[in-house]
């Protein structure tokens, strides 16, 4: 009998329900759960190829011990005893875990219980520090607790939203399509949204600021000066509410308008209309992301966001709200836990000796942390210099993820004993571990998420666990035992570990803390795997009438007001030869690639890592569209290809965060990027590192598809993707090989017997090869002196097709199809691999909206994540055909 599961998606903090059904013969389809208060049914690209990312290719399924593999007792006696033995001999803070907030929450309860309550040090960070501390800092100073207000429906609700530093179409698509349905039903609503770059989310925008970097905190302090100008603030709210207004206010009294046009870059104009729509509309959220938070000014800016609300009485209200989008699936459960270096369990405060009191009682623990640990960035320079001895990672690539990155990969290339928990075997982290345990993955295990807006949801197992794998939290608690603390590690089940995270929440509670969710202390296994997805809080006894916080005007601090921040503008620096480098996402791939990297349909949309440049700067420097540039600072250097393009404001660069070591020859951007981290949330600052940017001057450029998985290439460049029946890639040689079949045969693992032809044109440079066994193509390669001019997703096509007739396989050594047939070109919708060939066939065919372009090609007809860009691509033919 097929089975249906319920669960939650494993990428971003939209946290939408998944139902995940399972075939006779194990066949796997999902679609969105239209009973999930987050999607009601909407997945985005990558939820929707959830199943294309489950196979066991690559996975790590037995523990290993230098590389071999052991039994789980073996592997855990080991990694006890040397941590053990390092604390006995340097300390507790000589040892450090370092998670993530894609772990579940029972497996952060877990981790943070041993390192603060067993091991007693609180060196215990997590990736979270990159995404969401300064949002976390931020809350603390001006609620007295982390908590975020509002939900997704007042993002609904809102007659105006601002998304500042946040390109949602592509990293919450789910709650942007949610926005774009609300604003196509009531068309008074306004969107702004302030990114340097003019992004995808700008398709719904009345208004873009393209701010200069991190010209937020001034942005933002003007804002709060105009409202007060135009005596739109809540004096009454800011009396009975807050304090701290004056000193907040007469900071931006320091802030002449000619400051503010500088630091924003922004026109006079577009300031005062941003300013206007602030002042006159009530119900306004204010939503924030990576833009905001990592930057050296991160608290500052969400501090200075929340002012606005404060002094407007326009929180915790429907419709109104600051709104910090959470990136992880359980970047808000991990914060639950406790989970980062400064905090203590369940929202309590580390730098409280009665919350520190509290949380040993109730664990009846031999010891507390009574300090903070180091933070992402400091864990790993003390790993540099020796200071840590032994680390565990789990669940995080920070060889790929944290800026300096070469430094962190020396820092764990030298580490006396580094351990990695992982789903795959291979990644740029796990070439350093001494002990390698295989974790149960997305589908194979079970336990609680928290999304964005504060709900819980269940994620479920509907796959065997495949190997040995074991989950994340049990791994942990074995850990405590062999360390001699089995009566606090008993657990039997997740459904344990959760009833008591919901029991320390509730522990001497009485309101006085945000996070309460003593409804489930007493859950059982049958309630747990049964709950539907909640908001908190939960309070015993208390009947949940409002999902929202702050509507009564309390807050978290000791006198039960929240507190306005006196932030200052940062300084500009001096302007120099070098470029700004932002960083973030692209709509289909996910970090460092280890799930999505698996989908050929995630595959296509960008298939290579790029840079995105000015066409003034491209032009200065030399460099052409497609060429490749070479993008360096002290701390590295990548090669990455050139997006020539307007949206990219002159002087910054723009360049994803997710090709590495497994997929690109260089691309690593964090080894560029200079460890410098916000003073309040030692979050860093990766979205504005400076570089220099230069041509890189190829001698040959190279395309190839192959049957096999290309091992060891030898190329000065070189990225690689999975395709449908095999693999593409790029490439680049500064000099070519002797020999292109020889190097074909080995890079492609080509058999003695693959039948070759070739064509070669000796002026132009243009030399192509195709190998093949029987009916089929083996691989294909094609060179030339610039980009080669090859029909990219035709070629791939032809790795799945018969390819008989002497005709066929010439056509494929002529790189295109025949005339007549359609090459797609780049895709654009991966769910119905639609490419952008196709869309302008159908705009010149006469379909002039996203829904008749739909109707003709099927783009955008199934998550509907690239509909933004199907309007781009009509708007710019519409425009070309007035021309
Ligand atoms: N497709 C996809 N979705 C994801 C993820 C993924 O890997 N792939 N990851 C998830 C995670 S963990 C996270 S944290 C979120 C991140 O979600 P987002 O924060 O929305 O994504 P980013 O691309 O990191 O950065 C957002 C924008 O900030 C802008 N920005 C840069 N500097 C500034 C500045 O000084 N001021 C302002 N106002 N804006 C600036 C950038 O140009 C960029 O467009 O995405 C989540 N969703
Ligand atoms: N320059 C720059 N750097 C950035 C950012 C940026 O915008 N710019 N963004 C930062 C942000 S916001 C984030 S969140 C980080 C993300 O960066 P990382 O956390 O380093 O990236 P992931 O690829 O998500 O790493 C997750 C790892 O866990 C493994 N895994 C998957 N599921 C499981 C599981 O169930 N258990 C275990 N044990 N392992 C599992 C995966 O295979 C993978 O190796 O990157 C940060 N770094
Ligand atoms: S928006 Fe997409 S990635 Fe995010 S939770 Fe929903 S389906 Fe998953
Ligand atoms: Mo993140």
Partial sequence: MPTETRTTCPYCGVGCGVIARREDDGQVSVKGDPDHPANFGRLCSKGSALAETIDLDGRLLTPKIGGEAVEWDTALDLVAERFSRTIAEHGPDSVAFYVSGQILTEDYYVANKLMKGFIGSANIDTNSRLCMSSSVAGHRRAFGSDTVPGTYEDIELADLVV?????LAWCHPVIYQRLAAAKQARPLMKVVVIDPRRTMT?????????????????????LLAHLVKAGRIDEAYIGAHTTGFAEAFEKTASLTNA???????????????????????????????????????????????????????????????????????????????????????????????GDRDRVQRFWNSPI???????????????????????????ATNPVVSLPEADLVRAALAACPFVVVSDILEKTDTTAFAHVLLPSLGWGEKDGTVTNSERRMSRQRAFLSAPGDAKTDWWQMAEMGRRMGFGKAFGWRNAAEVFAEHAALSAFENNGSRDFDIGAFADIEPDAYDDLKPVQWPQRVGQQQVETRFFADGRFYHADGKARFIAVEAAVQAAPTNTFILNTGRVRDHWHTMTRTGKSARLSTHLAEPFVEIHPADADRLGIRAAELVEVASPHGRVLLRALVTPRQAQGNLFAPIHWNDQFASNARVGSVIKAVTDPFSGQPASKMARVTAAPYEAEVY?????????????????????????????????????????????????????????????????????????????????????PVPVARDFLVSQLSSAVAG??????ILAGRPDAGKVDK???????????????????????????????????????????????????????????
């Fill in 368 to 394: 507390i942390a009574d300090k903070p640990g180091l933070k992402a960035v400091d864990i790993f320079r003390a790993v540099a210099d020796g200071r840590i001895k032994a680390i565990w990672i789990m």
């Fill in 202 to 222: 700008c398709d719904i925008a009345d208004l873009h600021l393209a701010i200069r970097p991190d010209g937020d905190v001034a942005l933002f302090m003007g």
């Fill in 259 to 353: 400051d503010l046009i500088e630091a924003t870059g922004l026109p006079a104009m577009q300031i005062r209309e941003f300013f206007r729509l602030f002042e006159a509309t009530e119900k306004v959220v204010t939503c924030y992301s990576q833009g905001v938070n990592q930057s050296e000014s991160g608290t500052d800016k969400v501090n200075a966001i929340i002012n606005c609300h404060l002094a407007t009485g326009r929180i915790g209200r429907p419709g109104m709200g600051p709104f910090s989008l959470t990136g992880q699936p359980n970047a808000m459960g991990g914060r639950e836990v406790g989970g980062l270096a400064n905090m203590l369990a369940a929202h309590m405060a580390l730098e409280s000796a």
């Fill in 806 to 811: 002497m005709r066929e396989r010439f056509q």
């Fill in 163 to 167: 998304l500042t530093g946040s390109n």
């Fill in 702 to 786: 190279g395309f190839a598809v192959s049957v096999e998985k290309p091992q060891a290439i030898e190329a000065d460049y070189w990225a690689l993707a999975k395709a449908d029946g095999g693999w593409r890639m790029e490439l680049a040689f500064a000099s070519a090989p002797a020999d292109w079949t020889a190097w074909a045969a080995k890079t492609l693992g080509l058999p003695e017997d693959a039948e070759a032809i070739a064509y070669e044109d000796g002026p132009s440079g243009t030399r192509r090869l195709a190998f093949f066994k029987e009916t089929r193509l083996l691989a294909g390669l094609f060179l030339a002196k610039e």
């Fill in 825 to 883: 070109g780049q895709i654009v919708c991966s769910c119905m691999s639609v490419g952008v060939h196709q869309i302008v066939a159908a705009i010149r065919q006469g379909c002039d909206n996203v829904e008749a372009i739909g109707r003709e090609t099927k783009a955008g007809t199934n998550c509907g994540s690239c509909r933004a860009e199907i309007k781009e691509i009509m708007h710019g033919s519409l425009a070309a055909a007035a021309e």
